[in-house]
């Protein structure tokens, strides 16, 4: 169904009228397509997209110079960098999309942004093994228990987690076909998982794209907060896709995807050089251990996100 074009201030009523026939004409045109749900959404785009245009009076230029940052956008993307997922985030639209088909359930834990550096096929370990495949950084030991929302523990949920190295960068970055920081592991029968991976430090998301050009030219930063990446599914429940922060890290207000959530906040908590690791495991300098217990959605509240990237 066709929608009124809004009012737009500060328009003489002859070029107001041109400008609204023309939206009505370009909404009418989608009215036949066949799929209800797929013309509610080109039908609400295209009245928005043309509700910027005119409330901002865009010029003939600036159209064209957002043609080729988008144009832009598609020449630096490849199977390794997806540069629109990137535009996403510092718009914070992955963030909106993400609240919008995740809402609260209970104690279920929040979700947050995938993210680009998702790879699938990641290693697996046991549970108290090592992903950081020699990542440099602090070693980190990770525990914690999935439950459901009844607070029953999930077996053997599988578990992906991937993060960056102390230099900020994921082993995609690199080029030369590392695998590190990055894995796959199950929790037990109770629910309990745990493994050794690097202390999270920030880092700036790609900025030598358009996508860092549109933040320098806002005078935004690229830096993401310190955090660690974890996507847990389990039959008949929704898979999670979140990260957990580190507490005191510099960038938690100011994270340039919008990704930090109060709920996701962890401590992580300083060892001394000495100090007895788990598992044995002989550390010759300080070291850190947090714990993160995963609460997923359940019940009718079960829900495949088709998370991708």
């Not at 929608?3 to 023309?22: G, I, S, W």
């Not at 995609?172 to 695998?179: A, E, M, S």
């Not at 300083?270 to 251990?289: C, D, N, S, V």
């Amino acid at each position: 169904m066709s929608q009124e074009a809004p009012p737009v201030k500060d328009v003489p009523a002859e070029q107001a009228a041109r400008e609204e026939a023309l939206v009505r004409q370009v909404l009418a045109a989608f009215d036949g397509t066949p799929s209800p749900r797929l013309r509610q959404l080109v039908q609400a785009l295209a009245g928005h997209l043309h509700a910027f245009v005119r409330e901002t009076r865009l010029t003939t230029q600036e159209w064209e110079a957002a043609i080729g940052f988008l144009t832009a956008c598609g020449h630096i993307t490849d199977d390794r960098r997806q540069e629109f997922i990137l535009l996403s985030d510092v718009l914070g639209l992955s963030m909106q999309t993400i609240a919008v088909n995740n809402e609260a359930r209970g104690e279920a834990t929040e979700a947050t942004v995938l993210g680009p550096f998702f790879v699938e096929g990641a290693p697996e370990i046991p549970i108290g093994g090592d992903m950081s495949g020699g990542a440099a950084g602090e070693p980190c030991w990770v525990e914690g228990v999935v439950r459901d929302t009844a607070g029953e523990p999930v077996p053997h949920a599988r578990i992906e987690v991937w993060e960056a190295d102390a230099d900020g960068s994921y082993d995609v970055q690199y080029g030369d076909d590392r695998i590190a920081g990055r894995a796959r592991l199950h929790s037990d029968d109770q629910g309990r998982f745990a493994f050794w991976g690097v202390t999270p430090t920030p880092y700036p998301i790609p900025s030598d794209g358009p996508v860092g050009d549109l933040l320098r030219a806002t005078g935004r930063s690229p830096m993401r907060a310190s955090h660690l990446h974890f996507m847990v599914s389990a039959e008949g429940l929704r898979t999670l896709v979140t990260h957990i922060f580190v507490r005191g890290c510099a960038y938690l207000e100011r994270d340039s995807v919008f990704g930090v959530k109060e709920s996701l906040i962890r401590d992580f908590a300083r060892q001394e050089a000495g100090t007895p690791a788990p598992g044995g495991r002989e550390i010759a300098g300080p070291w850190t251990r947090v714990r993160f217990d995963i609460v997923l959605a359940s019940g009718e509240e079960a829900e495949d996100t088709g998370a991708t990237g």
